[in-house]
């Protein structure tokens, strides 16, 4: 059958080679989309097309309302009415996190169509027709392409959802609409994770989700007050929070894509391509964090933490560039035992990775080049825990003809800088000597270490070392670089961070934009690359201490702690550390949680993951825990429903006691009222209190308003008053008398 | 098909003894399923849950784990609004076969407020209210009846959706009650036979006197306004009824012998029209049907009415 299929089908194979090829470039295509894509083709099926079905259905309804009521050409039905409020809030829950990084319009837009949708039902307002709304949508998608510029990514994503929420509130005419609305707030907050996923961004999530869903249950049951309603959300927001934590923990996680979807990677400030004087010193004064390092070990020392990002190669006389690609593979011999570690980056901040000088082990997702620099990440680098091993001692390999590249200067540039590097080659008897040489002019010829230098122009290596001698690292690197070269030692520049703060309360370190650095690597006969430093002579403390060290007092950026800062400065700095170290915790944790923590988590329940029985254990226990919190939640809302009665009842027992050791003793079949009468007739002087606490009880368990909280109070205060023993009976001798 | 199985689900769900009130309805067996809502809230849970398995994107699985934990709690809140419910009374009125049954249902709410308590009979018309904490709600139902009879109402299915919609929670109770359904009237002449203790038995073909003036007496809330005496009333004297009786003035027999019907149904729904004919008309009529005869009672006596109804729906 499949024989004849394929011999005589050759029309059919064609037809199908151009289908395959179809399917490859809509799939290729797919790999072009940002990695929220899918989640935003679910936003989109819900909240975009649903909404525009419900249009056709409703543009057929309204042909037939249009005779039939003034009101508005797109009636509501009475189970919607008085909603609008109530959705606009929900929608405001999901809009408000939003506001950041859309369009100033959107948030005007949003704001403009809900006040307009909330008062049309009051105001007797009319509402748009079909042609009209599909103008407004038009006129959204329109608006938000100019916008953004055209680029699908999240920003485009959110604006789409946050424009059709808006337009969304104008066609509510059924009780599914209210429904697809709670829906689209509830993606709106989703989405705005995708933005950033933070411990506070969460913490509003699961505000928002109380707030939001309270809402949904009073448009699904009006009749539940507001305070229950909230009541309500939030325990089932509560007990779903534990419940959550152990499907988050216990899902299987892999590694990799599932579907083969692979998000493309996403832009982002940080090092630049090119070193000019000038563009290190533009990251020094921010305090972004760009990633965190957790040491297996101790942490090394300051002056070894220098965390490799790029090595720029060429120079213009102006600007360094890291023109060519090196060739993939390195060799590296360490000479000191190997540091492993585990980095998180902040992918906001960057898009390459840091390993420390020089790595030996490297994730997976990424490669060495031949200048030990690594592969940006496939993928786009996340936000996720990357393992590394470097060593910081090492030796580098033999000399590869594309090193020649370390080489060049540009002709005919600084001749007085090459005049003196000429001077010292003549003078020196190796390159060793030469270095020395080059340092020892640095150090000796009042060089500031400044991130004010003046500006440079024409011969700008010439007049940096003779005339201004003020600059940053990367004056000093790419000085340094120059002489080396104009010497003919192989040199380059190496961007990249240095130092770091460690952070007490986690004993990690975090890396800042503050400590981006720039230095040198020359090529040493016998040692391979070496790497020099060469603001460590003019500014030492910089090396030694961290950022901001060894600048001019004038110069440090404001949120530098240097060693006279005030107690006050101290302690909120403290504190600005406990929060990095607990949003460090949650950011590795959680938001970082991948295969390999789970591999560790399994661990720990003594689960290895790499046999099918571990997986079918880990589900067992995930269900047992699943199944613990959802029991005890039952038992917790069983529990509560009941608490009521129970008190009322346990007054009523104890003032029974209290009567049965008076010899009072009621009889199961004994109502209250006549047990009061049995009081007043065997105990008259106990009646009057007895009398006050049998109303009370009958008033609450068969009166009208039942068992209100203060009656219960007012019960429990009168039975623990009630004290037969202090109640003297009249005396019997007394009566007598009379 | 569908309606087959609902059918077949029906009677798996209701089996087990009928109860009597008050039924609490922790004591029944509860259900729980998603409803519609519920299946696009799973859909799009699961698409989430998908997309952040693609990109391993963490802060999706927590939210969708979030919103997937909260529909499950939900559920305890949903089977609870409805357990806590007691149905406290049963009454239910008269009708006639083909017409609706109207049942009154009440619930008392014992602990907490309780919302959105739908209460119906299977394919009926179902009414949705809050009962609220303490109170006793009643609620009106109807149920369609189709043959005279005794009958027991089947499926009375007390659902609710609370608090989000997204699952609904329901109890199938088979009340313990008789329910008598009168057969349905179908017009006839009016035939009676005289009293056979006073008169000679011979059926008599008459219209009802409408020309023999009784008496008057004083109105009665009911009384058709025709017989209103317009004069008395136009003289002010008050408003009186003008009564009539038939030439004889006697009891009258509503006999089986005198529908002339091959269906034996037919005849049973002639005679009920014939009953509530009579009953109108004011006349002591009597009822003789195989097997059973029932002498006649004072006129317009509804207990007498329904005695000869409910001979007639119990008919065998």
Excluded at chain 2, 121 to 128: A, G, P, V
Aim: aromatic share 12%; hydrophobic share 40%; glycine share 8%.
């Amino acid at each position: 059958m499949s024989m004849r299929h394929h011999s005589n089908n050759a029309n059919g194979l064609r037809r199908d080679k151009r289908r395959a090829k179809r399917i490859c470039n809509l799939l290729s295509r797919w790999h072009t989309l940002p990695p929220e894509a899918f989640f935003w083709a679910t936003l989109t099926i819900e909240g975009t097309l649903l909404p525009h079905t419900l249009t056709r259905e409703g543009s057929l309804l309204n042909t037939e309302f249009t005779h039939s009521t003034k009101k508005g050409r797109h009636p509501r039905e009475e189970s919607v009415t008085g909603s609008l409020p109530s959705l606009v809030a929900a929608l405001g829950a999901g809009l408000l996190p939003h506001i950041p990084h859309l369009n100033p319009w959107i948030p005007m837009w949003c704001i403009g169509f809900w006040g307009y949708a909330a008062l049309s039902e009051t105001r007797r307002w009319p509402l748009p027709r079909m042609v009209f709304r599909t103008g407004l949508t038009l006129l959204g998608f329109a608006g938000v392409f100019l916008s953004t510029g055209g680029i699908i990514d999240n920003t485009f994503g959110a604006s789409l959802l946050c424009v059709m929420a808006g337009l969304k509130t104008l066609e509510i005419r059924r009780e599914r609409d209210l429904f697809i609305t709670i829906f689209i707030a509830y993606f709106m907050v989703l989405s705005s994770l995708f933005f950033s996923a933070s411990l506070p961004m969460t913490l509003y999530m699961v505000g928002a989700m109380i707030h939001i869903t309270a809402i949904l249950l009073r448009l699904h049951c009006p009749g539940v007050p507001l305070k229950d309603a909230f009541k309500v959300s939030g325990a089932i927001t509560g007990t779903a929070i534990p419940l959550t934590l152990v499907l988050f923990f216990f899902f299987p996680r892999i590694q990799g894509n599932l579907f083969g979807i692979t998000p493309r990677p996403t832009a982002t400030s940080g090092f630049s391509d090119t070193l000019s004087p000038g563009s290190v010193s533009r990251l020094a004064r921010s305090d972004a964090p760009v990633f965190r390092v957790t040491f297996d070990g101790p942490i090394p020392p300051a002056d070894e933490r220098y965390f490799r990002g790029i090595v720029f190669q060429t120079f213009n006389g102006k600007t360094w560039r890291s023109a060519s690609q090196p060739p993939a593979g390195a060799f590296i011999e360490a000479t000191a035992s190997p540091v492993s570690y585990e980095m998180i980056f902040e992918t906001k901040n960057t898009d390459r990775f840091f390993p420390l000088d020089l790595p030996l082990a490297i994730p997976k997702v990424t490669g060495i080049r031949a200048d030990y620099t690594l592969k940006k990440p496939t993928g786009g680098l996340k936000g996720t825990a990357y393992r590394f091993q470097s060593a910081t001692a090492y030796h580098t390999g033999p000399w590869t003809p594309w090193e020649a590249l370390f080489t060049l200067t540009p002709k005919g540039t600084n001749p007085r800088s090459r005049a003196l590097a000429r001077q010292w080659r003549a003078e020196a008897t190796g390159p060793e000597e030469i270095v020395e040489k080059a340092l020892r002019y640095l150090e000796t010829h009042d060089f500031l270490y400044t991130l004010t230098p003046p500006t440079l122009s024409g011969q700008r290596v010439d007049q940096f070392l003779f005339d201004t001698r003020r600059g940053y690292c990367e004056h000093y690197a790419s000085a340094f670089t120059f002489l080396m070269r104009a010497a003919g030692i192989p040199a380059r520049i190496v961007g990249g961070y240095l130092g770091g703060t460690i952070n007490p309360f986690g004993d990690y370190l975090i890396v800042r934009q503050a400590d981006a650095h720039a230095w040198t690597e020359v090529w040493l006969d016998g040692k391979g690359w070496v790497r020099v430093d060469p603001t460590s002579v003019v500014a030492p403390d910089r090396v030694s201490r961290g950022a901001g060290f060894g600048l001019p007092e004038i110069d440090r950026p404001s949120f530098f702690l240097g060693d006279r800062a005030s107690f006050l400065a101290r302690g909120i700095d403290r504190l600005r550390l406990g929060w990095d170290a607990i949003n460090y915790q949650w950011d590795s944790q959680v938001i970082g949680y991948s295969d390999t923590l789970q591999d560790d988590f399994l661990k720990k329940l003594g689960i290895s993951s790499r046999h099918w029985t571990g997986w079918l254990k880990a589900t067992l226990w995930g269900l047992a825990f699943c199944a613990l919190i959802v029991s005890l939640a039952w038992l917790a809302v069983e529990w509560r429903g009941r608490k009521r009665k129970p008190r009322v009842q346990a007054s009523w027992r104890l003032f029974q006691r209290k009567l049965e050791k008076q010899g009072l003793t009621r009889h199961a079949a004994t109502g209250p009222h006549d047990f009061l009468e049995r009081i007043k007739k065997e105990q008259p002087h106990l009646y009057p209190e007895a009398r006050t606490i049998t109303r009370l009880y009958v008033a609450i368990t068969y009166g009208r308003e039942g068992a209100t909280h203060e009656k219960q109070g007012e019960l429990k205060r009168a039975v623990a008053r009630f004290n037969p023993k202090k109640l003297h009976p009249r005396k019997q001798g007394w009566k007598a008398g009379v | 098909m569908s309606g087959v199985l609902r059918h077949a689900a029906l009677k798996f769900w209701a089996r087990g003894p009928r109860r009597g009130v008050p039924i609490p309805l922790r004591s029944v067996r509860i259900y729980i399923l998603p409803t519609h809502q519920g299946a696009l809230f799973a859909g799009v849970v699961l698409a989430m849950v998908a997309g952040s398995m693609n990109y391993n994107d963490n802060a999706g699985f927590l939210f969708a784990f979030l919103l997937a934990a909260m529909a499950l709690m939900s559920t305890l809140y949903t089977q609870k609004n409805l357990k806590e419910l007691t149905l406290v009374s049963e009454k239910h009125d008269l009708a006639f076969a083909g017409d609706r049954l109207w049942f009154d249902l009440a619930l008392k709410a014992n602990t907490a407020s309780r919302y959105k308590i739908s209460v119906g009979f299977q394919d009926e018309e179902r009414i949705t209210r809050d009962v609220p904490s303490g109170e006793t709600v009643t609620f009106r139902v109807p149920h369609a009846t189709e043959k005279r009879g005794l009958f027991h109402p089947e499926g009375l299915i007390l659902s609710s959706t609370y608090p989000f919609g997204l699952f609904r929670t329901w109890v199938v109770i088979r009340i313990n009650t008789d329910c008598l359904v009168f057969p349905k009237p179908l017009t006839h002449p009016f035939v009676v036979a005289q009293d056979p203790s006073t008169g000679d038995g011979t059926g008599e073909l008459k219209r009802p006197g409408t020309d023999d003036f009784k008496e008057l007496r004083p109105y009665q809330p009911g009384d058709p306004t025709h017989r209103i005496a317009w004069k008395t009333l136009a003289r002010g004297q008050g408003v009186w009824t003008k009564t009539f009786e038939a030439d004889h003035g006697s009891a009258v027999f509503i006999s089986w012998g005198h529908i002339h019907t091959p269906s034996r149904e037919t005849k049973i729904r002639h005679l009920c029209h014939l009953i509530l004919e009579a009953h109108q008309q004011g006349l002591p009529y009597g009822l003789m049907v195989p097997g059973i005869t029932i002498k006649p009672a004072e006129p317009r006596n509804i207990a007498h009415r329904d005695r000869c109804l409910t001979s007639l729906a119990m008919m065998a």
